[in-house]
């Protein structure tokens, strides 16, 4: 019986599993992973306009967002969009009770060393396959790297009730701008508690200022949210390399998935609804085509508009405030979403550009051509 062989037992892996648990096929399922980073301590936010597989997964929902941007706070609704929060611990069980009746689907806990056109290496040892989906290794010659996004997290308990229970705080642009385009993230767990993130688009290449980041957090949580103290109880951290040109994902066998397939959207980091929509996708081509491969495309023009974007604020930081304030400038967040879905006509996103320096964006297009 044929063989599918997962590499990687994170987001996209474990995502791709479970769509595959609920797709009309019984070829032999394997995740292979090394448990080194283990998705259990990983959280995710993300907004949406559909039900999806894995919602029971989600702990929390919310209807509105909070963004400050152009020295005004803003509170918009999400309109047909929700904005949701995933605990990997609550994914794993979620992808564990689709996955755990099916006896082709199993786990083998290993390094992947190679990936190969007829399976994968796993420490030292060859475990066929007929297709690979690799989270792990990616492709031989990625795409080259447009900056970087550099965030660094507390998941803070404050003294006083100093955090809105209801509401996410998308982007505040109140802070210094470390190194290149810079805002806080606040995603609240109750009044208490709440994950603080700083986050900066950078130069590719520029080193991560751990320091700058730390103190404009503490700034931030005294002079803005006004805790009144705190204790950071975890801290999280990592710079993502952004990569606006296409990913070459398919070689022969093997369709690299996750962030290594090119799915991290460059203009914003974000990548777990886009990894949900490309493993319903994957399932349905094996259920459809009998192979992996027929997957849909998004219109060209969204990668010119992410490249455009980070080559605009790599050079001139402060034009993300001023884009973020183009985007959301409506009545609720559902048009910025939407765009950031990839699911605009072009009439509709010569409306959001509108309100953008003409000259410049369009300058940076001609040298992207």
Request: no cysteine.
């Amino acid at each position: 019986m044929t063989r599918i062989v997962i590499a990687g037992g994170g987001l996209s892996g474990v995502s791709l599993a479970a769509h595959l648990a609920v797709a009309d096929h019984r070829h032999p399922v394997v995740v292979v992973d090394d448990g080194t980073r283990p998705i259990a301590s990983r959280t995710w936010a993300s907004w949406t306009n559909r039900p999806g597989l894995l919602d029971a997964a989600a702990s929390r929902w919310f209807d509105r967002v909070r963004v400050h941007v152009n020295g005004e706070t803003k509170v918009l609704r999400l309109g047909g969009y929700r904005y949701r929060v995933v605990h990997g611990a609550d994914l794993a069980d979620v992808v564990e009770r689709l996955t755990r009746p099916l006896r082709h689907f199993t786990s083998l806990r290993g390094h992947v060393d190679r990936v190969q056109q007829d399976g994968v290496v796993v420490d030292g040892q060859h475990l066929r396959a007929k297709w690979v989906f690799d989270s792990v290794i990616g492709p031989e010659t990625p795409p080259p790297v447009d900056a970087s996004l550099a965030f660094r997290g507390w998941y803070v308990r404050s003294e006083r009730a100093a955090f809105d229970a209801e509401t996410p705080t998308l982007f505040d642009f109140r802070t210094a701008q470390v190194g290149g385009a810079s805002f806080v993230y606040v995603l609240p767990f109750d009044a208490h508690h709440a994950l603080v993130e700083h986050t900066s688009f950078v130069a590719a290449g520029t080193p991560e200022d751990a320091a700058a980041q730390e103190e404009a957090l503490s700034e931030y949580l005294t002079e803005i949210v006004r805790t009144g103290g705190h204790e950071v109880e975890r801290v999280e951290h990592s710079v993502l390399p952004l990569r606006a040109r296409p990913t070459t994902r398919v070689n022969g066998s093997v369709l690299s998935i996750g962030a290594e397939g090119g799915l991290l959207k460059a203009s914003t980091g974000f990548a777990y609804q886009r990894i949900q929509r490309d493993s319903a996708a994957i399932a349905e081509s094996l259920r459809r085509s009998g192979h992996p491969f027929d997957l849909p495309e998004a219109p060209a023009r969204f990668r010119m508009f992410d490249g455009v974007l980070l080559d605009v604020i790599t050079r001139r930081p402060a034009q993300l405030e001023r884009a973020f304030g183009a985007l959301f400038r409506y009545r609720t967040a559902e048009p910025a979403l939407r765009f950031l879905d990839e699911a605009t006509s072009m009439p509709q996103e010569w409306r959001l550009f509108a309100a953008m320096p003409a000259a410049t964006y369009l300058a940076a297009a001609r040298q992207r051509r």
